[in-house]
């Protein structure tokens, strides 16, 4: 008689128990996905809702810059950051400029839109130390900023990678604890460069972080980086600026150029508009590279490397080849970059005209019909095999120790000026 209804009033039971289980594991993994997104910040899918005062330093990355500010203001900052994005885009100046924030004996406090943002005082003793170096300038000095990169030779070439012995010197400092009594800040540029041996004496700092120490480290590259040490640092991507920015930034530097010795001519050339726009945009969205190649001839200097290193195949261009190898030998490992981002823009605006001989988005728009009648000769196959050898290239100097820089570059340079040519030839007739 009473069957009919327990059954039911179980069955109830039953349901109300597993809706309340489905309700706690979605609080659950909303938690954990709260988590996973707060630990890996991506800057280029979020926008800035109010203004900090890091920011005013700072050129675009505002959504990294509201993340840090408020980390500070709350005093939740993680123990270590670990800052990726292209090469050349602010990466490091960010850091710094926190690393003075967190130095600063004096900090000042903005209302900011009815929040209260703490800044570097920039007048006390700690901040003096450290704003020469802002912006680059050498013989800047603070006890308490630890700055480790690759070294480099007499020649002014980077090392292949960060050797353990600045790790050691670090980790024997750091057991002083502070020299002024107050935090630590560890700036590691390229942390994927790390050699095994510094990278598994790294991770064991950070696997146990000393209070007050703040590591900010820096990468181009964030699969290169060590799993290990990214699961132990807190991720902020850094993207590429836009070109509004760019733009302003070059309209900047050429009121005000920023020379390291006041004695130093101006490096950089008047632009107008169409070189200002060009620049920006075959930069990448990198103030680093952009000013780098303004400084070395701007897009003139970049016109004549392209048609310099872009041959037809006959006897004296391989003497040309051979001869503009010999050249690119003696620059240091970021121009050879440069040289490397500045073929690969090119091939591409020649595959765009292939397709469609009317397009503007172009990186060289001085260059269209050349590019347009280089591209109808080479044709598809060799312009991909062109851009290939490059990527292969980028990937044996740059990145295989023991690599003979030498070697490849003829060889590369042999086989833009045509011998891919000669190469396809070969493999039909096999």
């Not at 057991?175 to 064991?204: H, M, P, Q, T, Y």
């Not at 070697?407 to 039909?428: H, S, W």
């Amino acid at each position: 008689m009473f069957a009919q209804p327990l059954y039911l009033i179980g069955e109830v039971f039953k349901l109300f128990t597993l809706r309340c289980y489905i309700q706690a594991k979605t609080t659950h993994y909303k938690q954990v996905l709260t988590m996973i997104i707060e630990s890996n910040i991506d800057t280029s899918t979020k926008a800035l809702n109010q203004p900090s005062v890091l920011s005013n330093e700072i050129h675009g990355h505002h959504f990294a810059l509201e993340t840090l500010q408020k980390a500070f203001d709350h005093d939740r900052l993680h123990h270590a950051y670990l800052f990726h994005g292209p090469e050349g885009i602010g990466k490091i100046r960010v850091a710094t400029v926190l690393a003075r924030l967190l130095l600063c004996t004096s900090t000042l406090i903005e209302l900011i839109d009815g929040q209260q943002n703490q800044h570097a005082c920039g007048q006390c003793k700690s901040c003096k130390r450290i704003n020469p170096l802002i912006n680059r300038h050498e013989g800047a000095y603070h006890p308490d900023l630890h700055y480790i990169t690759r070294s480099r030779d007499s020649n002014g070439k980077l090392a292949k990678e960060i050797k353990i012995a600045p790790i050691r010197e670090l980790q024997s400092s750091l057991s002083l604890g502070a020299f002024e009594g107050g935090r630590v800040v560890v700036i590691i540029e390229d942390v994927d460069r790390l050699g095994l041996s510094a990278a598994n004496a790294l991770l064991k700092t950070l696997e146990e972080p000393l209070q007050n120490v703040h590591f900010l480290l820096t990468t181009s590259s964030l699969n290169a980086v060590l799993p290990t040490i990214k699961s132990r640092a807190q991720s902020l991507r850094f993207a590429p600026l836009n070109q509004q920015i760019m733009q302003d930034l070059l309209i900047a530097f050429e009121r005000k150029p920023f020379v390291t010795n006041q004695d130093e001519p101006n490096p950089f050339n008047p632009l107008d508009d169409s070189q200002r726009f060009s620049l920006a945009q075959l930069s990448g969205g990198s103030i680093g590279r952009a000013l780098s190649l303004w400084s070395q001839g701007g897009m003139l200097r970049v016109e004549n490397l392209i048609q310099s290193s872009d041959l037809n195949g006959g006897p004296q261009d391989i003497l040309n080849a051979l001869a503009f190898a010999k050249s690119l030998e003696k620059t240091d490992d970021d121009e050879l970059k440069q040289w490397i981002h500045i073929l690969r823009c090119w091939y591409r605006d020649a595959l765009v005209l292939m397709h469609n001989p009317q397009a503007e988005d172009l990186f060289f728009h001085r260059l269209k019909e050349y590019s347009y009648k280089r591209a109808q000769i080479l044709g598809l196959n060799r312009l991909l095999w062109r851009l290939n050898a490059l990527d292969e290239c980028e990937n044996h100097i740059f990145r295989r120790i023991g690599s003979n820089r030498k070697l490849i570059i003829e060889t590369l340079c042999l086989y833009l000026a045509g011998l891919d040519a000669l190469t396809q030839k070969a493999l039909k007739l096999s």
